[in-house]
T-cell receptor, first 111, second 116 residues
């Protein structure tokens, strides 16, 4: 089954404790992206990757890191999480260009 | 600055009637537009898209209209069904620019409730 998977689905952590949210797709898509969804703000892009070893900032990259060492994986790293990073996070992938397929989301709470 | 705007946060429509969801954009360089549907606890799923060379695209009960001069697009759902109750996001991209192909800019979403 074609899908984008994210782990974990739910995470509660404390300020400053490094965390990684994994994202994996099995559709051989070149393009992968991370978004956060916040009330009243819709979906905002954090980082995106056009292919392996090619990443670029989206609209709200501060406080986040990404890497794209393999085509199928695109982890999101929060080196020192803060409460303003409490949000619902989505990973997405697509061919270039093309409709994006989204993962199920990761709800992160930073205390 | 919000480049893609959905000014109605919510909409309630009776089953069987038409639902019209609206979206405005400010960047005239956008050349590809999409609608996504999102149920609670799930990721957004693609619904329908339209290229800027067209003014209408239809897929079953869903039709998207694009008015480039007004920088406005709308999604029509006819007839509306209870299963259509979800949050709908419009999105825009610059497909003609290979440097940013597939980079989507989303609106804030409209929650549609279809009542019996």
């Amino acid at each position: 089954e074609a899908q984008v998977t994210q782990n974990p689905r739910y995470l509660i952590t404390v300020t400053g404790k490094k965390l990684t949210v994994t994202c994996s797709q099995n559709m051989n898509h070149e393009y992968m992206s991370w978004y956060r969804q916040d009330p009243g703000l819709g979906l905002r892009q954090i980082y995106y990757s056009m292919n392996v070893e090619v990443t670029d900032k989206g609209d709200v990259p501060e406080g986040y890191k990404v890497s794209r060492k393999e085509k199928r994986n695109f982890p999101l790293i929060l080196e020192s999480p803060s409460p303003n990073q409490t949000s619902l996070y989505f990973c997405a992938s697509s061919f270039i260009p093309g409709e994006q397929f989204f993962g199920p989301g990761t709800r992160l709470t930073v205390l | 600055d919000q480049q893609v705007k959905q000014n109605s946060p919510s909409l309630s429509v009776q089953e069987g009637r038409i639902s019209i969801l609206n979206c405005d954009y400010t960047n005239s360089m956008f050349d590809y537009f999409l609608w996504y549907k999102k149920y609670p606890a799930e990721g957004p799923t693609f619904l329908i898209s339209i290229s800027s060379i067209k003014d209408k695209n239809e897929d079953g009960r869903f039709t998207v209209f694009l008015n480039k001069s007004a920088k406005h697009l709308s999604l029509h759902i006819v007839p509306s069904q209870p299963g259509d109750s979800a949050v709908y996001f419009c999105a825009a991209s610059l497909e003609g620019n290979t440097g940013t192909a597939s980079k989507l800019t989303f609106g804030t979403g409209t929650r549609l409730q279809v009542t019996l």
